[in-house]
């Protein structure tokens, strides 16, 4: 399955802390030394069943050989891969119907997160540590689910995006699962646009909270989900500039509230009345500030107000910032 283009400057360029940044470069390197792990041990499995079954000895189905492919050095990553297989044998002992290749599980997170706790003492982590890794290594399985269901032929996109059909089902199944619970009814309630769409599609697909994963947007300032419609620019012509927009924080603590996403009618019906209920007073909070910009240009000669003009102008200023920063990202990029 194919994982987010270039993780490593996204996670530095992400809109948080030196601390949080330094964190999340620390977990990230820890899990890509677990995954390569993993994929020798399943490597070696594999080899066991293939010789026990043709009753051959290949000299390319050797350990030595599968740490190269890894990039591991097979003298100095070997205790390492002993600690961690023993780690991995009684894991999937105890847990026999979780793959731990899928960290788009949150299941797989649980026990990964273990696993990088008991190898590690000194840096302890949650399964919340572990979501932006979801969201990078998942990748392509939610872009293939949002272009499935935008039309897109499935064969082509399982191929496109390296998927097969078992891992893009249960995608598919964790969403479903997510469609029918309140958080989905309280979520409908918001005007959803194309980004709206987007955080959605990750948090069901990867389970993760609406709120965090729209979190993990503006973190990664990035287009996660290919296809997403440009936002409308803002001129002169616009009443608003900065207009108050729902935080999926409060959406997420109201459905959270409520006997742990227990979909019934009463359930239901309390959900939509808290959400509308908030909803109303940022939808009044916007009217009435593009009411007093359109009073005030209709009292100046169609003029924008001295705010509007203030914040249109600090609007471009951080428009520019952005293009330009992306701009020298690109550069480094292919001067690399």
């Known amino acids: 399955m194919k994982t987010m ?17 330094d964190k999340n470069i620390d977990i990230y390197h820890r899990y890509q030394r677990l ?78 997160a273990d696993i990088m706790n008991q190898l590690d003492k000194n840096k302890q982590i949650s399964t919340k540590d572990l979501e932006f890794i979801a969201v990078i290594e998942g990748y392509g399985l939610y872009n293939a689910i949002a272009e499935i269901e935008k039309g897109e032929e499935r064969e082509a996109v399982k191929m496109k995006y390296g998927l097969v059909e078992e891992m893009l089902q249960k995608g598919e199944k ?10 989905k009814t309280a979520f409908d309630c918001i005007n959803k646009d194309d980004e709206n769409n987007c955080t959605y599609l990750i948090a069901a697909v990867l389970e993760i909270g609406i709120g965090d994963a729209s979190q993990t947007f503006t973190n990664f300032d990035k287009k996660l989900i290919r296809k997403r419609e440009e936002k409308t620019e803002i001129t002169d012509e616009c009443l608003l500039v900065n207009p108050k927009k729902p935080d999926f924080y409060v959406i997420e603590s109201y459905t959270k509230s409520i006997d742990n996403y227990v979909p019934s009618q009463e359930n239901t019906a309390r959900v939509k009345n808290l959400v509308n209920s908030y909803l109303a007073k940022i939808n009044k909070y916007n009217e009435e500030r593009e009411n007093e910009e359109r009073i005030y240009r209709q009292k100046h000669g169609g ?30 990029q292919r001067e690399a």
């Open 303 to 332: 003029r924008p107000s001295p705010l509007f003009i203030k914040e249109l102008e600090e609007y471009k200023r951080q428009k520019n910032k952005k293009q330009e920063s992306i701009k020298r990202r690109n550069e480094e």
């Open 5 to 21: 283009p270039n993780p490593i400057n996204k996670i530095l360029n992400m809109k948080a802390s030196k601390v949080e940044i």
């Open 35 to 112: 995954k390569k792990m993993l994929n020798v041990y399943d490597r070696q499995q594999r080899s066991k069943n293939i010789t026990n079954l043709l009753k051959i000895n290949d000299p390319t189905i050797s350990l030595g050989n599968f740490f190269k492919i890894e990039g591991l050095d097979p003298k100095e990553d070997i205790d390492d891969y002993r600690i961690y297989k023993k780690m991995f044998d009684v894991t999937i002992e105890e847990n026999p119907e979780i793959q731990l290749a899928d960290v788009t599980s949150k299941d797989t997170r649980n026990l990964l």
């Open 174 to 183: 964790r969403k479903a699962r997510f469609d029918n619970t309140v958080a």
